[in-house]
């Protein structure tokens, strides 16, 4: 690791700093007499993430949203729907493409945060990333089973800086349940997909929650599902027809099993404690994936099986407290994750596909494939404290939050690659075997930010967070946002943020090497150069840098219209990719290349929404997101498959109070692809884009009695199906799934 001059003591420094400079006003010292006191609150303001969650950039999505059009698999089947978001795989490589995660304003699904009641999931980071920035993982979005949750909290923009690295382009909160009642509740759900060649989903789950005594309530969850993997041969027509002849995966399979329990101690009036602990399997079934192309002998054999799994356990302590100078809420969270899977190539064609890695007759020849294992250990502590204050003379809400953040990864299996005997780089290890396997770096953060009722019409809030890294330094990450009323209907948001993203333990760690035998070598001046080549770690890195910009306007009317539109861009300053620069010059075999701060990039888009009630029974709803730049700027090629725009549309028909229909439709615009290969790095002169298209689903919900409701529809009405026909060239990389019906069932006692 690099070091610098900067130290530690700075953050404490800047923490002293920012919390001084105003007077605290209490906000409860003055308590009534008797029941007939009259107290003078004065004017209440917002805190800054309370204000945040009312800007442009936020969508929430309820319980009862959940409800209306249930989850099949993965919430990621509801967030996509809502503005600035799309799903893609986690490059613009196009490889793994079936993997689709949440991609926020085209940023990536690497700078989309997860958080679980406000705590970090990493889990996907145990998962080697490829060269081109592809993992082998379907994200962190589907470890809370969809009955537990209470609504999703969708944040875009410059309102993501203060939660630090990883939401560059934004943050997905899962909020679950709390019932303080007792509480009971079982859910069932079905779908089965018309297709043969489609797989079918299904899926339980139970909570029991309630008081356990005078202070003591605790909840209890569990769930179970399971969807089957799509056919071998699902894309084999579609490939034919466009003229390929490599077989080409469909989407996997998986199966997911959760339990936890939550106990919330009410320590004192005022103050609770909640002790946490929730432990996750999540393994998928093959359905003949691999990273560079087409489905192989040995993979192919394993359709239907259990190829990989990731096993999740989180740990956590919570405190809230209230004062008379305001709340808190601080917590220690422990989150490890063990990533199973069976061995795969390190090198060449078979890179990333399942191979036989284990000689099970000692005859020297390998002929079996093993399990092997990677393990990631997160500890996450953060503090955060909302006071109410007078700044500048006017009424404000202070923030003041620290944050510390250890990442540890255990992986014997990524550095096993040796490098030859000609690369004389005294930072490195040749030997795989002399390699240490473990790897940790750790993070504090401090920040600040102020909510200021500066006028009747304006509010402006101001922050700064500050994070130290042992891996990278100091980085600091201002940002400011606003809102303007002009009148009781229409306001103003604008905001800026400067938002970054460390690097991660695979693009740090010199032990972790790519090969190729030539194929992945990089193009000079239309010639590519010869292999093998070899890009390693770099433990020299800096965070990528982003400043996030955007401009909004909003109207909600009396008369039940609402409507917005948000400008927005994101201006990469040195964002991380694999090294274009040969570390030994003047070799002309076994170069070698390190994972590099490369040039900027920039996003540009436009997101807006509009709702409106058409009589007593039927609400409208539409949003559109119109992506003007996507682009690396050396290379002109974009940073995510992303539609060039994305419209949502549902139409709510409320027939009896018990009984609710909506129809929704989502048309996704052309795809526009990158022109050069993951695989050989070798630019396409007219790459294949995909074009637009549209999905209409029906759905609805009957509340059977007051704790029963039963859902029904058909998603995918008039069933488009979309087939894949590329991996990694063009934008033909995933499928979208045909037509398919379900039901399901809520219980609550």
């Not at 498959?641 to 419209?647: E, G, Q, S």
């Amino acid at each position: 690791m690099k070091t610098h001059s900067s130290r530690l003591a700075s953050c404490t420094a800047l923490f002293l700093v920012l919390s001084t400079g105003f007077s605290v006003t209490p906000a409860f010292a003055q308590s009534a007499e008797d029941d007939d006191e009259v107290v003078e609150l004065g004017t209440i303001v917002l805190s800054a993430e309370e204000q945040i969650k009312q800007a442009l950039g936020v969508s929430t999505i309820t319980a009862e949203d959940l409800a209306k059009t249930p989850v099949m698999n993965d919430i990621s089947e509801v967030v996509r729907k809502m503005p600035g978001v799309n799903l893609t795989g986690s490059s613009a490589s196009g490889q793994r493409g079936n993997q689709r995660q949440i991609d926020l304003r085209g940023m990536g699904p690497e700078n989309t945060l997860i958080l679980i009641d406000g705590k970090p999931v990493n889990s996907r980071n145990a998962v080697k990333m490829g060269r081109n920035g592809e993992r082998d993982s379907r994200g962190d979005s589907n470890w809370v089973p969809a009955e537990l949750i209470e609504r999703i909290e969708v944040i875009r923009g410059p309102a993501a800086a203060r939660y630090g690295s990883g939401a560059s382009g934004g943050v997905v909160n899962i909020v679950t349940k709390r019932p303080d009642t007792f509480t009971g509740q079982v859910g069932l759900h079905y779908t089965k997909s018309q297709s043969d060649d489609e797989g079918d989903s299904r899926r339980a789950s139970f909570m029991l929650a309630g008081p356990a005594g005078e202070r003591l309530t605790f909840r209890v969850f569990g769930g179970y599902n399971k969807t089957s993997p799509d056919a071998l041969d699902i894309n084999q027509e579609a490939i034919a027809g466009n003229g390929g002849t490599n077989l080409l995966a469909g989407r996997e399979g998986v199966v997911n099993k959760d339990i936890g329990a939550l106990v919330t101690w009410a320590v004192a009036d005022g103050h609770e404690i909640d002790f946490e602990a929730n432990f996750s399997r999540q393994g998928n079934v093959f359905a003949g994936d691999t990273q560079l192309g087409s489905i192989g002998t040995v993979p192919a054999s394993h359709w239907g099986e259990e190829t990989n799994r990731m096993f999740r356990r989180t740990y956590a302590i919570t405190h809230r407290g209230e004062y008379d100078f305001g709340t808190s809420n601080s917590y220690l969270q422990y989150e490890s994750t063990a990533n199973t899977r069976l061995c795969e190539g390190r090198a060449g064609a078979s890179e990333g596909a399942i191979a036989n890695c284990f000689d099970s007759d000692g005859d020297g020849v390998n002929d079996t494939v093993a399990f092997n294992t990677i393990t990631l250990e997160n500890i996450t502590a953060k503090t955060e404290w909302i006071l109410p204050t007078q700044l500048f003379g006017r009424a404000a809400t202070v923030t003041l939050g620290g944050e510390f953040r250890r990442e540890k990864i255990n992986d014997p299996v990524s550095i096993l690659t040796s490098l030859p005997g000609t690369i004389t780089d005294p930072t490195l290890v040749n030997n795989a075997a002399d390699r240490d396997p473990v790897l940790a770096m750790n993070r504090v953060g401090l920040y600040a930010e102020a909510n200021i009722e500066w006028s009747d019409n304006l509010i402006i809030t101001p922050g700064l967070r500050y994070d130290y890294s042992d891996a990278f330094g100091g980085n600091a990450s201002p940002s400011l946002n606003a809102e303007y009323r002009f009148t009781d209907e229409w306001k103003m948001k604008l905001g800026i943020a400067r938002a970054f993203k460390t690097p991660n333990v695979f693009q740090l760690n010199p032990g972790y090497v790519y090969t190729t035998n030539g194929n992945g070598c990089p193009w000079v001046n239309g010639v590519r150069l010869t292999g093998p080549c070899y890009v390693v770690g770099n433990p020299d890195l800096d965070p990528e840098i982003s400043v996030n910009k955007e401009i909004g306007f909003a109207y909600e009317g009396d008369n039940g219209i609402n409507a917005s539109l948000t400008w927005f861009q994101n201006d990469y300053k040195n964002k991380i990719q694999s090294g274009q620069i040969q570390e030994n010059p003047g070799a002309t075999s076994n170069r070698l290349f390190r994972w590099e701060n490369t040039g900027p990039a920039v996003v540009e888009g436009i997101e807006g929404n509009f709702s409106t009630r058409i009589g007593e029974t039927l609400t409208l709803n539409t949003n559109l997101t119109y992506m003007i730049d996507s682009k690396i700027k050396a290379t002109g090629q974009p940073l995510s498959l992303v539609p060039d725009y994305t419209i949502n549309a549902s139409l709510d028909w409320q027939a009896r109070d018990d009984l609710g229909f909506t129809l929704s439709a989502t048309h996704y615009g052309p795809i526009q692809p990158s022109a050069v290969s993951a695989v050989t790095n070798a630019v396409t002169a007219n790459p294949n884009e995909r074009g637009g298209y549209t999905l209409f689903n029906l759905d609805m919900n009957w509340d059977v009695s007051g704790t029963a409701r039963v859902t029904a529809g058909v998603t995918n009405l008039f069933d488009k199906k979309i087939y894949r026909t590329e991996t990694s060239a063009g934008s033909n990389t995933f499928n979208e799934p045909g037509r398919a019906f379900y039901v399901g069932l809520t219980k609550t006692f």
